[in-house]
């Protein structure tokens, strides 16, 4: 199947995010995807938001609506990040999957909050349940989702490639600093290949976050990529055949060895 990384830089505006994303799954639809992954903070920038809290309230059960119409409307699986209300706390950090029929498949609270690099996201935002993990099936292939910083700890992308994850979705406002282009690009590599996976990393691109989106396959060589582009696509082909070859000739998830029962254990 075929995989859109859609790359833009959101606003403060809800609609006005969710426009774009329309505009891009409609151009993924025509590259023949199956899927378009959007960034976190596809619904909306939170250094951007005036009152997050009132727009969360107000807008989260819209936003997800939308991204059903829309996916609906293209006939495209689509996976974009925003912020869901958590009763009197700070919202959730969290990721909607629908199908092509516009149904939720999964949904997933941001484990890991960004508390590094002089930034606190857990002042402002509730951290989902540690144990969970969202896994979903599409068009023959298992996917992982995972946002941001949580792609900074391997043993949560390990857990979701031995649910059987075939590709691993990651999007993020990866925020610009010393260091942290080459940081995005060697983690996305390493995840993809210590778990030999398909990674597809959606980045938000502006004024304070990266971009480099792009999709890496399970030997972590770049397919395709975008750079520090306001906005861009790419589309490419993603196979459960790949995934077979590289563990053919490097199974580590069959010589793995921490973690495994010894033969007689419980």
Same mark, same amino acid.
């Given at each position: 199947?075929?995989?859109?990384?859609?790359?833009?830089?959101?606003?403060?505006?809800?609609?006005?995010?969710?426009?774009?994303?329309?505009?891009?799954?409609?151009?993924?639809?025509?590259?023949?995807?199956?899927?378009?992954?959007?960034?976190?903070?596809?619904?909306?920038?939170?250094?951007?938001?005036?009152?997050?809290?009132?727009?969360?309230?107000?807008?989260?059960?819209?936003?997800?609506?939308?991204?059903?119409?829309?996916?609906?409307?293209?006939?495209?699986?689509?996976?974009?990040?925003?912020?869901?209300?958590?009763?009197?706390?700070?919202?959730?950090?969290?990721?909607?999957?629908?199908?092509?029929?516009?149904?939720?498949?999964?949904?997933?609270?941001?484990?890991?909050?960004?508390?590094?690099?002089?930034?606190?996201?857990?002042?402002?935002?509730?951290?989902?349940?540690?144990?969970?993990?969202?896994?979903?099936?599409?068009?023959?292939?298992?996917?992982?989702?995972?946002?941001?910083?949580?792609?900074?700890?391997? @043993?949560?992308? /390990?857990?979701?490639?031995? $649910?059987?994850?075939?590709? +691993?979705? #990651?999007? *993020?406002?990866?925020?610009? !600093?010393?260091?942290?282009?080459?940081?995005?690009?060697?983690?996305?590599?390493?995840?993809?290949?210590?778990?030999?996976?398909?990674?597809?990393?959606?980045?938000?691109?502006?004024?304070?976050?990266?971009?480099?989106?792009?999709?890496?396959?399970?030997?972590?060589?770049?397919?395709?990529?975008?750079?520090?582009?306001?906005?861009?696509?790419?589309?490419? @082909?993603?196979? /459960?055949?790949?995934?077979? $070859?590289?563990?053919?000739? +490097?199974? #580590?998830? *069959?010589?793995?060895?921490? !973690?495994?029962?010894?033969?007689?254990?419980?």
């Amino acid at each position: 199947m075929k995989i859109s990384v859609g790359q833009f830089d959101p606003s403060g505006d809800v609609f006005e995010n969710l426009e774009t994303m329309d505009r891009l799954a409609g151009s993924a639809k025509a590259d023949g995807a199956d899927l378009v992954l959007f960034p976190e903070e596809s619904m909306l920038a939170i250094r951007k938001a005036a009152d997050l809290s009132a727009a969360v309230t107000r807008d989260w059960s819209r936003f997800v609506q939308r991204l059903s119409f829309i996916a609906a409307g293209h006939g495209i699986a689509v996976v974009a990040g925003g912020y869901e209300p958590n009763g009197e706390e700070n919202p959730f950090n969290t990721v909607v999957a629908v199908d092509a029929k516009g149904t939720i498949v999964t949904t997933y609270r941001k484990i890991h909050l960004y508390d590094a690099f002089s930034f606190k996201e857990s002042e402002r935002i509730t951290a989902g349940a540690p144990e969970q993990r969202a896994v979903f099936e599409l068009g023959g292939l298992k996917f992982g989702v995972m946002t941001c910083y949580d792609i900074r700890f391997p @043993e949560l992308a /390990r857990d979701l490639a031995l $649910e059987g994850a075939d590709v +691993l979705l #990651v999007g *993020a406002a990866w925020y610009k !600093g010393e260091h942290k282009v080459d940081h995005w690009r060697t983690l996305v590599k390493a995840r993809a290949v210590e778990n030999t996976v398909w990674v597809a990393a959606a980045g938000t691109s502006g004024a304070a976050t990266i971009g480099y989106s792009g999709v890496i396959d399970p030997m972590a060589q770049p397919v395709d990529y975008l750079a520090d582009e306001a906005e861009g696509l790419v589309t490419v @082909e993603v196979t /459960r055949k790949r995934v077979d $070859e590289v563990r053919e000739f +490097l199974p #580590v998830l *069959a010589n793995r060895r921490i !973690g495994v029962p010894a033969p007689g254990d419980a």
